[in-house]
């Protein structure tokens, strides 16, 4: 079975760092384009950040640009995020997604699987 698994999130001060991490099974990894969504309080699911399968394609979100990094390890079959400079409207939880494609999609109807996510909260 496929599963995904999402981990690093926590509480956070405002302009502080966190590791996301998506640990994933049950797939041919590296077929799999895969992206990072979020979803705040009373909001819509949003992409945050997509990477491609030999990671030559990198995609975000306005919002986060220059303050996040979306990366891959295909030997380990993991993606991560790296958050620096957060803010209070970062916070969500944050869910990693997989996709059989070549190209990063950045809605979630286009993905295949999910993890159950991870809460990321930026607050003094």
């Known amino acids: 079975q496929v599963q995904l698994v999402e981990s690093g999130g926590g509480l956070v001060q405002p302009g502080g760092s966190l590791r996301l991490s998506c640990a994933t099974s049950?797939?041919?990894?590296?077929?799999?384009?895969m992206s990072w969504f979020r979803q705040g309080p009373g909001k819509e699911r949003e992409f945050v950040a997509g990477?491609?399968?030999?990671?030559?394609?990198?995609r975000y979100t306005s919002s986060v640009k220059g303050r996040f990094t979306v990366s891959r390890d295909n030997g380990k079959n993991t993606l991560f995020l790296q958050m620096n400079s957060l803010k209070p409207e970062d916070t969500a939880v944050y869910y990693c997604?997989?996709?059989?494609?070549?190209?990063?999609?950045?809605?979630?109807?286009?993905?295949?699987?999910w993890g159950r996510g991870t809460q990321v909260t930026v607050s003094s």
């Open positions: 990477i491609t399968r030999e990671g030559g394609d990198l």
């Open positions: 049950g797939l041919t990894f590296s077929w799999y384009v």
């Open positions: 997604a997989a996709r059989l494609a070549l190209t990063i999609a950045s809605n979630s109807r286009d993905y295949n699987y």
